[in-house]
């Protein structure tokens, strides 16, 4: 029997009539699997992985294979975006056994979990030197009835080897000036001059690394640091990694150019994104970091927004190419021919020219991916926006990529920090209200009355997954966002409360370290525990990050403490892999600068307190906090003891328990918000 008809995952759901008799994740499953005596298989993926859904239509939708599979294994699914700590514990066992991961990840357990045969996909025949899943079924069933003790050693050496693996917490002090400089030297060596990016193929978009460099650049004048910010981003905006109709980045770039994306589009991408250009956009005034950041936020809202205010997870990398067959890339890629039904002859060859489409194709079969390849020629602006419309509507025509429409509370956290802060540089108060919709859905339906956050939630119903250290960091930095852009209390008050959570629940009193999952947390064979930022910020780095804001905000002494200890790690790691703790290192830019502290103080509709306000939220010292917020005003603690300067609305900035003189004059505020200042 399958049990997954009744999940609230989607990726889940699409296994829910294969003929295999999936269990969840769950204690069940387990006692199924002692009761019977036989070994569980775990497979884990997520719903807009492409390799998953090949796996699925070869092994797991055919009869056979699904027959095999219940008479000898209790086979259990899991959407790793919805369990990344069980997906975490498994991949590091597959990583340290193989030496390599991904997804769909395909692991044997004991009836106690304990893991021991390994892999990734599995061909439904042998290939490439691959054996077929039914030889590796039949070869894993065989040695559980035939070699149990030797099954049973493996996997409790497999299970003790996790166990022990400690993590090196690195020195206890905060990481300084000698620390960050060799990280950005590290990040120079690595650097792709001629592309921009880092390393070779594939090619992921380097969000939090670029958060660094323009953090570094603010603080220091680092020229180098903001040159590589600037022709990395420069360099993904004008790639097939870009959605050059719709806006909005795929997961990654299959090859060093940035020419042929992995078309699947995360949420977690697209708000780490939107905030980086709109944060290039506030260092430098480029026209294409504004574009690129609006249309982003655009995609966000209008293809990602769920019906109950939310943001879902992802869209599928593969469509229907119209033919009935599920092609990657079939949505978004076009021939020069393609071109010609849609537009005529002579604006199809604009727009091939413009696009960088050719009659060999940048893909597959002859179709190219749409790039802004640089070019000699003028084009014009009405003319193209024409021909970008036309395609646009064209492509709305095509059968649409599939949505997982899961709302994860840590990648929703993403999404609110971005749109609020987009639309509050760019005069957006429809961005701001959908960050505002999307906060409020997580306090709503996310966050129960002692502040414990769930995970995920689909269709206004809630999961049954408790909320890892990812969920409540970035939550709160969503909500802090959304303090300085709004100057409303209640969000810095529900900040609060989840990140006291993360001190009862996440923290290791003697050493500071963080771990993934809380201390009451159902227990795997090992409590995950990863500083590295990988596709998102590591909720460590994401905890360091917003409890320094949170103390920023209200001088909270322990928050304050708390990332301090957790920024050690960074101090450890950041010379020697700076491109996987990106985030943190742009954490201990905003420690070494301050952060700064800014409470404008004026009436709301007054334009002088409007302009203070810009000029606050406009600057460039990392990781500066904003409050705003009448004369005499307790809705932040910022605004404590502020008043007005002969009567005229004025800004405060401070640091290191040290204040400037307040001004009135939002040219002065710029100025002392530029990063470099003393």
């Known amino acids: 029997m399958n049990r997954l008809a009744h999940e609230t995952s989607p990726y889940l759901l699409q296994h829910a009539d294969n003929p295999v008799d999936w269990w969840p994740w769950s204690a069940e499953a387990f006692d199924e699997a002692r009761r019977s005596n036989r070994p ?29 599979l219940n008479e000898h294994f209790v086979s259990v699914k899991v959407d790793r975006e919805e ?16 030496g390599q991961g991904g997804w769909p990840m395909t692991v044997f357990l004991t009836p106690d979990a304990e893991p021991f045969y390994f892999g990734t996909y599995f061909p439904p025949e042998p290939r490439h030197g691959m054996a077929s899943f039914r030889q590796v079924l039949e070869g894993v069933a065989v040695a559980w009835t035939d070699r149990r003790d030797e099954v049973a050693e493996v996997a409790g050496k497999i299970t003790r080897d996790l166990a022990e693996r400690e993590l090196t917490f690195g020195d206890s002090q ?48 680092s020229e180098g640091a903001l040159q590589m910010a600037v022709d990395t981003c420069e360099r993904m905006a004008r790639g097939g990694l870009y959605d050059q109709l719709g806006g909005g980045f795929a997961r990654y770039s299959v090859d060093r150019e940035w020419v042929i994306p992995h078309f699947e589009k995360m949420l977690y991408d697209n708000a780490l994104l939107c905030r980086v250009y709109a944060h290039l956009w506030r260092s430098t005034g480029s026209e294409l970091a504004r574009r690129v950041a609006l249309e982003t936020a655009d995609f966000l809202v209008r293809e990602l927004r769920t019906d109950e205010g ?109 749109l609020a802060e987009t639309g509050a540089y760019f005069d957006r108060p429809d961005l701001v209200e959908a960050a505002i919709g999307a906060a409020d859905l997580l306090v709503r339906l996310h966050m129960d009355d002692r502040a414990r956050l769930t995970r995920t939630s689909k269709d206004g119903r809630v999961g049954a997954h408790a909320g890892v250290l990812e969920d409540y960091a970035d939550v709160a930095e969503g909500f802090l966002a959304l303090t300085s852009v709004t100057g409303e209390g209640v969000w810095l008050e529900f900040a609060g409360f989840l990140l006291d959570h993360v001190l009862a629940h996440f923290t290791d009193d003697e050493s500071g370290a963080l771990y993934d999952t809380a201390a009451d947390a159902e227990r795997l064979i090992r409590r995950p525990q990863d500083p590295t930022d990988n596709a998102t910020p590591s909720g460590w780095s994401a905890a360091a990050g917003a409890l320094l804001s949170y103390a920023a905000q209200t001088g909270a002494e322990p928050h304050r403490t708390a990332a301090e200890r957790a920024l050690g790690v960074v101090k450890a ?30 009436e709301g509709k007054d334009p002088a307190t409007t302009a203070l306000r810009r000029a606050a939220l406009l600057g460039t010292a990392p990781g500066a906090v904003v409050a705003v917020g009448a004369p005499e005003s307790d809705e932040l603690p910022l605004l404590s003891g502020r008043s007005l300067v002969e009567g005229k609305p004025a800004a405060y900035v401070c640091r290191n328990f040290a204040c400037d003189v307040p001004t009135t004059d939002p040219d002065r505020l710029r100025t002392a918000l530029n990063g470099r200042n003393a």
């Open 174 to 221: 905060v990481p300084g000036e000698e620390e960050l400089a060799a990280a950005l030297l590290g990040l120079t060596r690595d650097y792709d001059a001629a592309r921009g990016g880092f390393g070779g193929a594939p090619k992921f978009p380097p969000s939090m690394v670029i958060e660094f460099l323009l953090r570094h650049h603010a603080r220091t004048g």
């Open 40 to 68: 569980v298989l775990l497979s884990v993926g997520y719903s807009s992985c492409h390799w998953c859904h090949v796996m699925a239509h070869e092994s797991f939708e055919d009869e056979a294979t699904a027959a095999y």
């Open 310 to 418: 939310g943001f879902a997870s992802a869209l599928d990398a593969d469509s229907d190419d119209g033919t009935g067959r599920h092609v990657e890339g079939a949505y978004y890629v076009w021939t020069p021919g393609q071109l010609r039904e849609v537009l005529g002859d002579a604006d199809a060859e604009l727009a091939a020219r413009y696009f960088g489409v050719t009659e060999e194709g940048t893909f597959e079969e002859g179709a190219s991916v749409l790039q802004l390849p640089q070019q000699e020629g003028v084009f014009g602006a009405e003319k193209l926006a024409s021909v970008r419309e036309r395609l646009l509507a064209a492509r709305a025509g095509r059968p649409a990529p599939g949505r997982d429409d899961k709302v994860v509370a840590a990648w929703n956290g993403l999404a609110v920090a971005a």
């Open 83 to 98: 369990r990344p700590d069980v997906d975490a514990v498994y991949m590091e066992a597959v990583q340290a056994a193989t």
């Open 573 to 602: 790691l950041g010379p020697r892999a700076p491109r996987f703790i990106g985030w943190g290192l742009a954490v201990a830019e905003a420690l070494l600068d301050g952060p700064r502290e800014v409470a404008v103080v004026g």
